[in-house]
């Protein structure tokens, strides 16, 4: 497999137990930076009742495509190209929208396009579901993400951890409601809001 991922790796078997508890047969997930694939080829695996459409920027699509052709299943589609800097959704509305690790390595700006693609991405009621780390009233859950933080900054000054209360004004502000935070292993969440329904 092509820019295999440990991390990635990692956690999938814990993200699969808590999302295939919101999803049902006939669900369309939309995956934002599928990175390698190795997410989408896994849940698809465990959960063929929903359909899984990955996507990734342009740039790193080569990747995705030859591991999905090379690896996928029936139920995972044709990945898309999604550049957050200028694409709008114009495509059927999906069930769920889910990312994982996204929110922290892209600018605040991106991280907001992140949330209004999903609002118009979405079906009345549909969830979006963002998994990694997040900072509660300023303070980070572990030691280990302060030292991520630090990382990530030497990386990029305009990434980092994002405050939880953050990720719930932006989702507010595009109609969507927290319904549920699960705590994750190595100090990660999966925060799942819903959409208004219409």
């Known amino acids: 497999m092509l820019g295999f991922s440990q991390a990635a790796d990692n956690n999938k078997a814990s ?6 508890k919101y999803l049902q047969a006939g669900d369309v997930v939309l995956e934002v930076g599928s990175g390698s694939g190795q997410h989408a080829l896994h849940m698809a695996q465990a959960l063929p009742y929903v359909t ?9 699509l080569d990747t995705l495509k030859h591991n999905i052709e090379a690896c996928g299943s029936d139920n995972i589609a044709t990945p898309l190209s999604i550049d957050l800097v200028k694409d709008t959704w114009q495509k059927p509305l999906v069930d769920v929208v889910y990312a994982a690790n996204i929110a ?3 600018t605040p700006l991106l991280g907001e396009r992140l ?3 999903a609002r ?3 079906s009345g009621g549909g969830l979006l579901a963002l998994y990694g780390p997040f900072k509660y009233a300023g303070a980070f859950t572990s030691e280990s993400n302060a030292r991520f933080e630090q990382w990530l900054k030497a990386r990029d000054p305009r990434s ?3 405050d ?3 990720m ?3 989702a507010s502000g595009h109609d969507m409601t927290l319904i549920e935070d699960h705590t994750m292993p190595a100090n990660n969440q999966l925060l799942v809001f819903q959409s208004r329904k219409i």
């Not at 993200?15 to 295939?20: A, E, G, R």
């Not at 899984?52 to 790193?60: M, V």
Request: charged share 10%; hydrophobic share 60%; proline share 6%.
């Open 168 to 170: 719930l004004e932006l």
């Open 120 to 122: 118009n991405a979405l």
């Open 15 to 20: 993200i699969l137990t808590v999302l295939s």
């Open 164 to 166: 939880f209360e953050w």
């Open 104 to 106: 922290h390595i892209v």
């Open 52 to 60: 899984w459409y990955p996507s990734e920027h342009p740039a790193a």
């Open 115 to 117: 949330v209004a693609l």
């Open 160 to 162: 980092g951890i994002r």
